[in-house]
């Protein structure tokens, strides 16, 4: 639901990212595992599948919310599945047996249905079950497995499947190719800001640093103005040599100045009626500075070469991403053309500063332009979304933009990883030699056998093939022993000290 072709305030769905009007704006959950459907208030549907149904599962499930139909065969799988439905599915594909497995491809090759599999270490030995996993399912996890988390990790690939559901399409009227994505408060505020200015005048300033949106702010303050009807001018003043700048903008008559073969309208005057944006304003020479002071004062123009004044109605909007207090103190700006141009001024926030909306961004960015990869990617890895967070991100939207459309193309997996955004410096996952890879490993066995046994040595020795001499030493080693000594629910050995 769109209220305006050039801004979609967008709920902080995790990796889902639901288009909602801005004049409603939902508020920001630190997390959800929500998808679009359920910020719309519709049913989240599951499909269950397991050749022994989990009836607990299931009751937890529902009282989540989830409206859940449940299968015990391939067959009755494929009855479920509708074609057109969104929902996320659990299959435990640790429930059966593996003649059966084959059976259930047709139903988790549906794209309209995130799957979570549930499967032993045993079962995940069998290729044709990595192969399921791997190409149709969202994640998995190995059983036993915390109710909760299951729901917590339907909830995602629902969010996911969702992202891919039709939209329906804008009126042609206000169709515009480029939605403003926002739900952090800056975002909001800067919503609130757009829609207070469209509605007069005054000239607009609006700074920020590369590639944060600018420019696509100055579009929807016009596309949501009176003069929305009338062209919308973009004049790079950066990009154009400084002795053409004059005649780019104000036009000239003909014969005004050799090979001016014929007149000549100005981006200003072509403007007339709407806006004009001018970006990268720092950048206008001191003689144009002049010139388009006089014509903010005046409202009038006069073409290189002409006599006449010509009355021209444009709102002005300009930009830029330098520091133009420095300028002026360097008198390469002038004080009295910046107050002229910043009647109102607006500050783009920096997209490191937007917290969730990174992600949303990113997810956005990904469903736009997804097509680009034949194979079907389904979101980020942990990995990327973490480097998403840690990188600090100089150039703001457009880097965000280039990163993820790059790692599109080059993903291999279904989830883009900080590697595929070039960003893999950015996860806190340290490198690491082997020797403590293998320490690491030792120390978390150690740690699962004794939360298993509850510190009784004697079980988790047997567990780990190990003596409970050599399990008391390595415990000492990894810092594993509890303060005080009492660490055995059970016997001492031999170089454990006495208890009194
Ligand atoms: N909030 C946003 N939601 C969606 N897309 C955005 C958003 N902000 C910026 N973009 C996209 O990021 C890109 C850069 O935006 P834009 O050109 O408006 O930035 P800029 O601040 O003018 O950059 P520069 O300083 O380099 O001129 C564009 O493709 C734009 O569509
Ligand atoms: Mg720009």
């Not at 050039?6 to 929500?34: I, N």
């Not at 491809?105 to 270490?121: D, F, K, P, Y």
């Not at 926030?349 to 997810?363: V, W």
């Not at 950015?426 to 150690?446: D, G």
């Amino acid at each position: 639901m769109r209220e305006s072709p050039h801004l979609t305030s967008v709920t902080a769905v995790a990796a889902a990212g639901s288009h909602l009007s801005l004049a409603v704006p939902k508020p920001c959950p630190a997390t959800s595992s929500a998808g679009p459907a359920a910020a719309r208030g519709v049913a989240r549907q599951l499909l269950y599948v397991a050749r022994t149904l989990d009836e607990t599962l299931i009751a937890h499930l529902k009282s989540r919310g989830w409206q859940v139909a449940a299968a015990r065969s391939a067959h009755e799988l494929g009855r479920l599945v509708k074609p057109d439905l969104a929902c996320a599915g659990i299959v435990d594909l640790a429930s059966f047996a593996p003649r059966d497995i084959g059976g259930l491809e047709a139903s988790l090759r549906q794209q309209q249905i995130g799957w979570i599999a549930l499967a032993t270490n045993e079962r995940l030995t069998d290729p044709l079950v990595r192969r399921l996993v791997r190409h149709y399912c969202f994640d998995y996890v190995k059983p036993p497995v915390a109710h909760a988390t299951i729901d917590y990790l339907a909830g995602h690939a629902f969010g996911m499947v969702t992202l891919s559901e039709p939209e329906p399409a804008p009126p042609a009227s206000e169709a515009g190719d480029e939605e403003m994505v926002g739900t952090c408060e800056a975002m909001q505020q800067l919503f609130r800001t757009i829609r207070k200015v469209a509605n007069t005048d005054a000239s607009v300033f609006i700074a920020g640093e590369s590639g944060t949106g600018k420019e696509l702010t100055a579009l929807a303050i016009h596309e949501r103005s009176p003069r929305r009807k009338a062209p919308f001018t973009a004049i790079n003043c950066g990009a154009i040599p400084h002795h053409l700048l004059q005649s780019e903008l104000f036009g000239y008559e003909r014969g005004a100045f050799t090979g001016a073969n014929q007149r000549k309208i100005g981006r200003v005057e072509a403007a007339d009626g709407g806006t004009l944006f001018l970006d990268e304003i720092g950048d206008l020479p001191l003689e144009s500075q002049a010139s388009l002071l006089r014509f903010l004062q005046e409202g009038k123009i006069e073409r290189l070469g002409g006599r006449e004044s010509i009355p021209v109605d444009v709102r002005i909007i300009s930009a830029t991403h330098v520091d133009l207090d420095g300028a002026m103190r360097d008198g390469q700006f002038r004080a009295d053309l910046f107050h002229r141009l910043c009647v109102l001024r607006i500050d783009e926030p920096p997209l490191r500063t937007r917290g969730k909306d990174i992600e949303i961004l990113a997810y956005h960015i990904l469903h736009k332009f997804k097509t680009d990869n034949a194979r079907k990617i389904r979101g980020f890895a942990p990995s990327a979304i973490e480097a998403l967070y840690n990188y600090n991100w100089p150039g703001n939207v457009r880097e965000l933009i280039n990163r993820v459309r790059r790692a599109i193309v080059m993903a291999e997996n279904k989830l883009i990883t900080a590697d595929d955004l070039d960003l893999a410096g950015f996860t806190e996952q340290e490198c690491m030699t082997l020797t403590q890879a293998r320490e690491a490993a030792e120390k978390r066995a150690i740690e699962a056998a004794l939360l298993r046994h509850r510190h009784r040595l004697n079980e988790a020795a047997i567990d780990l093939n190990i003596s409970r001499v050599t399990l008391y030493r390595l415990m000492g080693v990894h810092g594993l022993r509890e303060p005080g000594g009492v660490d055995d629910k059970g016997a001492f050995g031999a170089d454990e000290p006495a208890r009194g």
